[in-house]
């Protein structure tokens, strides 16, 4: 669990409000971007932080159990925390290391849930940068993350392990929602851009003079009409 703050790396986070009619849209285009400037062809690793025995922690678990059935058996992205086999503080740093053995240079998108300000609850965040897990209830844990997604979940400031268990599920479940309908459609896009690319080089075009920047912008049309 995360504690909010304004301090990101890369500039102000993306906010927004988990009830808007196009919140899983708005967080995919981003994290598409994000995906793109770092190159689409890298192994994706999603760390989605928490633990179902706490109400307000448990949204990263929620949104991993959510990726992980909609991606069985897909080898361009790899979830790592879910209800039946969450990462928590525990067992966070021999995962961080498992991912470091196992992939070489991935792109490691991380999930949390997190405690802030009265009239911030309720938004999803996105930022640059790594995940501090355990700030927002006074411990010290590894970093993760090329980029990271927050759910501000409650209240911070006091009480905090008792605000967790005292979080409504129905808000946790609704967030994970919005947060799985994005991570899902954002890496699907960057799969059809790392697939474009592929093809190009293998396929002779006549539209030489089409740069990577306007496939990017061909797919976000395509998937993201909305936007």
């Not at 067992?91 to 998108?109: A, G, H, M």
């Not at 605000?163 to 960057?190: E, F, H, K, P, W």
């Amino acid at each position: 669990m995360l504690k909010d703050n304004n301090s990101r790396v890369g500039g102000a986070p993306l906010k927004v409000d988990h009830t808007e009619a196009r919140a899983a849209e708005v967080l995919a285009e981003r994290l598409l971007c994000h995906v793109s400037e770092y190159g689409t062809d890298r192994q994706i690793v999603i760390v989605c932080i928490g633990t179902d025995r706490s109400t307000g922690d448990a949204l990263g678990p929620l949104v991993g159990s959510k990726l992980s059935a909609r991606w069985a058996e897909r080898p361009y992205v790899t979830v790592y925390g879910t209800l039946e086999s969450p990462v928590h503080a525990v067992n966070l740093k021999d995962t961080i290391q498992e991912i470091q053995q196992r992939f070489q240079d991935p792109f490691v998108i991380a999930v949390d849930a997190c405690l802030g300000q009265i009239q911030s609850v309720g938004l999803v965040t996105l930022a640059h940068g790594p995940l501090r897990p355990g700030a927002g209830v006074n411990k010290i844990l590894p970093e993760v993350g090329n980029i990271h997604i927050t759910g501000i979940v409650n209240v911070g400031g006091f009480m905090e392990y008792f605000v967790l268990q005292n979080t409504r599920l129905s808000m946790v479940m609704r967030m994970a929602d919005c947060i799985a309908d994005g991570l899902y459609s954002a890496v699907q896009a960057a799969q059809e851009l790392s697939q474009s690319a592929v093809n190009d080089l293998n396929t002779p075009r006549l539209d030489t003079k089409t740069t990577f920047s306007e496939r990017i912008s061909s797919v976000r049309s395509s998937l993201f009409p909305f936007l």
